[in-house]
């Protein structure tokens, strides 16, 4: 039975990746070298197409790293000398936080409960703070911000830096990176791909900041260091021997995306985030987690379930395989990706399923 994955990451791949793979196989792209010019061109390539689908200002950067973990600490050391600002909603914001403590700088922030966010006209953001860290949409609650949230924070913050997380969000939904100086992402869970890859972008005050830290003997890393992926990318190389395979895989992936749009991205995101919404009303043993409708993830939809296990296992007989609640919520949760990977009759006929069965 062939299965198709609504986890939130890893998940389905992206539909053209077989065929991708298939090609790189063809091309031997396992086996070239990083300092070849066959290389560079999937480096240029794949560049390009990021900044055309996030529609990316100019003067930002695209680098790759391992993963986007990785980014939260190389965005530790290269632009935080003392102190940052974390907006805490969940797991994954709240490990962003300690990393940065980790490295024996002041991560202070503002945590509320799982399922809400932080209200950006009453938290209070010390000036001392050289960076903000909003995570836009929470993977592990389904709390998304809205983009009119960000904007506020800029327009309040104009000379701190702003890193925004839209791991499990981008390219589903418009986003002003022109109001952020750092954003990232993996590529398991939007981009359909395998895990292995983050995608770090910068623009150019973040490698101002960075050779400043240096400048005054500060450790900033090493190979992956800001200064040091700029000079390897200006030769459209990287510092290390990087995952070659999903890189060329996310070239075709970010190309296949652009040729269908992401403004059909955007709406084919919000057609099946509103059925989403409605199989968790009319379900009698599903409920929404997050209260408030707006800032419920149109990516990442976090359910509460009387009995996940049944649920799961129901429909992964079906072939249908959804993922856990996070963390302590395991037990009391479901969670359903709706990646650009998802079409529109796969959410339907999941959507069907979970209507018919009784549990």
Same mark, same amino acid.
Not at 249 to 258: C, I, P, Q, Y
């Given at each position: ?23 790189? #196989? ?11 010019? $066959?290389?560079?061109? =999937? ?8 900044? $055309? ?12 790293? *391992? ?31 300690? #990393? ?16 809400? =966010? ?12 050289? /960076? ?23 327009? $309040? ?5 702003? $890193? ?49 830290? /240096? ?101 992964? *007989?079906?072939? /249908? ?9 395991? *037990? ?28």
């Amino acid at each position: 039975m062939k299965k198709l994955y609504f986890t939130p990451g890893p998940s389905q791949l992206y539909f053209t990746v077989e065929e991708h793979l298939k090609s790189a #196989i063809k091309n031997d792209i396992g086996s070239i070298s990083h300092r070849s010019k $066959a290389f560079e061109a =999937i480096f240029s390539q794949c560049v390009s197409n990021i900044k $055309a689908l996030l529609n990316l200002p100019e003067g930002y950067h695209v680098f790759f790293t *391992a993963s986007a973990t990785e980014i939260w600490e190389r965005i530790g050391q290269n632009l935080i000398e003392r102190e940052s600002f974390h907006f805490v909603n969940g797991s994954f914001s709240s490990k962003f936080q300690s #990393i940065v403590n980790n490295l024996n700088k002041s991560g202070l922030g503002k945590t509320v409960e799982e399922g809400q =966010i932080v209200d950006v006209e009453k938290v209070l953001i010390p000036e001392t703070s050289e /960076l903000i860290a909003i995570t836009f949409n929470e993977t592990s609650t389904g709390v998304m911000h809205e983009m009119e949230d960000v904007r506020k924070i800029r327009n $309040a913050f104009p000379d701190q830096l702003i $890193a925004l997380d839209v791991v499990s969000i981008a390219p589903g939904v418009p986003i002003d990176f022109s109001l952020v100086d750092t954003t990232y992402f993996s590529v398991q869970k939007c981009f359909g791909l395998p895990a292995g890859l983050g995608v770090w972008i910068v623009n150019d005050r973040c490698i101002e900041k960075s050779q400043q830290l /240096l400048n005054k003997g500060m450790s900033i890393g090493s190979y992956h260091s800001l200064p040091e992926l700029e000079a390897k990318a200006k030769s459209n190389q990287t510092p290390e021997t990087p995952n070659v395979f999903n890189m060329y895989l996310l070239s075709k992936v970010t190309e296949d995306m652009l040729l269908k749009g992401t403004q059909q991205i955007h709406i084919e995101t919000n057609y099946k985030h509103a059925a989403i919404q409605h199989t968790v009303n009319e379900s009698p043993f599903l409920s929404h987690f997050v209260e408030a409708e707006k800032n419920r993830s149109k990516t990442t939809a976090v359910i509460n379930c009387t009995n996940p296990t049944k649920v799961m296992n129901a429909l992964a *007989a079906k072939g /249908l395989i959804i993922g856990s609640g996070y963390g302590k919520f395991k *037990a009391s949760q479901v969670r359903i990706a709706n990646f650009p990977t998802h079409s529109k009759e796969q959410i339907e006929m999941l959507s069907d399923v979970i209507l018919s069965l009784n549990i």
